[in-house]
């Protein structure tokens, strides 16, 4: 075997221009399979940390893909809102230990505006039990006051002290505008990569107040109530799309979900966030299995192209297997000759190829964990991984059999005499 090895060694170096541009070949598609399942994996990671340490995520009876894709991912529309005073009921369950309001249907410039109390701020969680942290500024203190995803500060150009007006509904063009009631910008929130970088945050409160002249949808003709006056009315919240619920005990999630689920005065449902982002990944994992397929298809092209050189060079090479087989190395040695030199092609490529994602990994880890929160770990060695990296090498090894068969069928004559 150390033989062979040497001979493959040396073969291929003296071939090394035309190899060594195969095994860039194979190298690039190996680092685009493996990045591409990296990539893969890290957004699930995010996707499924988009919010963490809720128990149940409430709202009124609908699909539970459908309320979390409205009250965690500010997707789509409720079909019905959640009474206040079931919210208080559910709030005052001796199991519960916190809870936080929603309220959408705003939005400002295309980002959705986010009704919610300052226990948003302190119980809401996402990543690993991460807590929300401001940049700049703080939460609320005044009505209408604002607090902004990173996103929306950073597409917009907003900071501390800029004043925004809400549009009702949410579209990014041709909506009616709230703007006799303007908020200001009192803090930005540190990039998080969930929805809550693409979300306005305002006060329950406020939500309430600056519908208190409009009537469905629309303002109520001749009448009009100034911001400084708006506290003579009742602004107390009547209804929310969702909550959040967090429990004393993890124990209990069940039965605390029985009971939202059977509540008599009103239609409602309480999902598990865990099992919800789990049939919602579903839905998208088609597009991640088509990447990870078109990247594979990649690598059969560069082991194609692998196939190509090897059998090619058969003819330049007859004369060189002709004199091996004459000094006693049989078919089956130049079959493993010539099969050892496919696989030590292939794991070339794969080392270059790992080589490269990691340095690349470590070039863009801090970009994409900044800009789109995604974890890239530039040493990750998952099982998938390895799983990929094993298959390539399999199939390069395969693909080497080929040409080898090819070569083990020349015939020592073929070899030695001479072609004019």
């Known amino acids: ?86 919210y208080e009921v559910l709030s005052a369950n001796p199991a519960v230990a916190w809870t936080i309001p929603l309220s959408l249907g705003d939005s400002h410039r295309g980002f959705p505006v986010l009704g919610t109390t300052p226990a948003y701020f302190e119980h809401f969680r996402y990543g690993l039990s991460r807590p929300l942290t401001f940049k700049t500024g703080h939460g609320f203190e005044s009505l209408f006051d604002a607090v902004l995803g990173a996103e929306v500060a950073r597409q917009l150009g907003y900071k501390q002290g800029d004043l925004i007006k809400l549009s009702h509904g949410i579209a990014e063009i041709g909506l009616p505008e709230h703007a006799d009631k303007p908020f200001t910008v009192v803090g930005v929130l540190a990039r998080t990569g969930t929805p809550v970088d693409r979300t306005v ?27 400084q006056y708006v506290r003579k009315f009742d602004i107390a919240p009547k209804t929310i799309t969702a909550a959040l619920i967090g429990l004393k005990t993890r124990a209990g999630v069940f039965q605390m979900q029985r009971v939202i689920n059977t509540y008599a005065d009103e239609p409602l449902l309480a999902v598990l966030p865990g099992v919800a982002l789990d049939q919602l990944w579903h839905i998208v994992d088609l597009v991640e299995n088509a990447l990870l397929a078109v990247s594979g298809m990649v690598v059969i092209i560069g082991l194609s192209g692998m196939i190509a050189i090897v059998w090619a060079s058969l003819n330049e090479r007859r004369r060189e297997l002709a004199i091996l087989r004459s000094v006693g190395a049989g078919s089956r040695d130049i079959l493993a000759l010539l099969a050892l030199e496919g696989l030590l092609l292939t794991a070339g490529g794969v080392v270059s190829g790992y080589t490269l994602l990691t340095i690349l990994s470590l070039l863009a880890a801090p970009f994409m964990q900044a800009r789109y929160g995604l974890g890239i770990f530039p040493w990750a060695g998952s099982t998938d991984e390895l799983a990929l990296i094993g298959l390539v090498l399999a199939v390069g090894l395969l693909a080497a059999l080929l040409p080898a068969w090819r070569a083990c069928r020349l015939s020592l004559a073929d070899g030695l005499t001479p072609r004019l």
Do not use: C
């Open 1 to 86: 075997m150390k033989h062979l090895l040497g001979l493959a060694l040396a073969s291929a170096w003296n071939r090394r221009l035309t190899l060594g541009l195969t095994l860039a070949a194979i190298a690039l598609s190996v680092a685009m399979l493996l990045g591409v399942e990296r990539a893969r994996s890290a957004a699930r990671e995010s996707f499924a940390q988009s919010i963490s340490g809720t128990d149940l995520v409430v709202g009124a009876r609908t699909s539970p893909v459908q309320l979390m894709l409205y009250a965690v991912f500010r997707l789509g529309e409720a079909t019905n809102s959640m009474g206040w005073k079931s």
């Open 201 to 227: 945050h305002v006060s329950l409160e406020a939500i309430e107040a600056i519908h208190l002249d409009w009537q469905g949808g629309a303002p109520i003709p001749g009448l009009s109530i100034p911001a």
